[in-house]
């Protein structure tokens, strides 16, 4: 496609209920991140693939994220038994090739509201 | 480890006056710098980035920021502000060793005034 395409955009949900989050990379994109930014913050890293392989899952909060980009392609975040610290935009980015100098393209995000 | 920061929270401006938005970092080695620019329910949209070419680094909208080794400090700055500059602005900071992600400062708000 285009660009990097999330959904949904928005996202409520009870406590304790689980959610998933799609991200829908440049085609052809080598690596992909997932981010989350809390109100007035920047992004923070959760995790990282390259192609279908999860190599860095240090930035993930607790054992209640997970995340999954099982052909290489199309990711998905899950967040089990979600809490109201949870509540922030979950941002997708990706980019063409391995490397920290290359440009990471970002998706508009979902913004996750837990009650 | 990186860190980035950016300081001031809030900037505000005249229309036509001088954009100057701070950011600081630290790295172990050799860093790539970016700065990114987001408005309201936007993703992030890259303005411009270093890679270790020319110091002087010329972005999309007039924007650039000059990459100082000796101040760790990548400033973006533009000479002459629009109405349309008003968004949140990010400073990144990734290296090739460790974690490629990247790590970002807590955000500019830039406010033009008419």
């Known amino acids: 496609g285009a660009g990097v395409s999330q959904s949904p955009r928005y996202k409520v949900a009870k406590r304790g209920q689980d959610v998933a989050l799609r991200c829908d990379p440049i085609?052809?994109?080598?690596?992909l991140f997932w981010y989350q930014q809390a109100l007035g913050q920047g992004p923070e890293f959760l995790t990282y693939?390259?192609?279908?392989?999860?190599?860095?899952k240090s930035g993930l909060p607790s054992d209640r994220f997970f995340a999954e980009r099982p052909e290489g392609s199309v990711s998905t975040l899950k967040i089990q038994r979600t809490q109201q610290e949870d509540s922030a935009v979950y941002l997708c980015?990706?980019?063409?090739?391995?490397?920290?100098?290359?440009?990471?393209?970002f998706g508009a995000g979902t913004r996750l509201s837990v009650l | 480890a990186q860190s980035v920061t950016q300081l001031g929270s809030h900037v505000s401006v005249s229309e036509g006056a001088l954009v100057l938005l701070r950011c600081n970092y630290s790295?172990?080695?050799?860093?790539?710098l970016f700065w990114y620019v987001q408005y309201p329910n936007q993703g992030l949209q890259l303005l411009l980035k270093?890679?270790?070419?020319?110091?002087l680094v010329k972005g999309i909208n007039g924007f650039e920021a000059e990459f100082k080794k000796s101040e760790t400090s990548f400033h973006l700055t533009k000479p002459s502000a629009h109405m349309s500059d008003a968004a949140e602005y990010f400073c990144?900071?990734?290296?090739?060793?460790?974690?490629?992600?990247?790590?970002f400062g807590s955000g500019t708000r830039l406010q033009v005034q008419p």
């Open positions: 980015a990706s980019s063409l090739e391995v490397g920290a100098k290359n440009i990471q393209y």
């Open positions: 085609s052809g994109h080598v690596s």
């Open positions: 693939f390259q192609n279908e392989a999860q190599l860095d």
């Open positions: 790295s172990s080695v050799p860093p790539y």
């Open positions: 270093y890679t270790s070419a020319a110091t």
């Open positions: 990144a900071v990734s290296m090739d060793t460790g974690r490629r992600a990247l790590t």
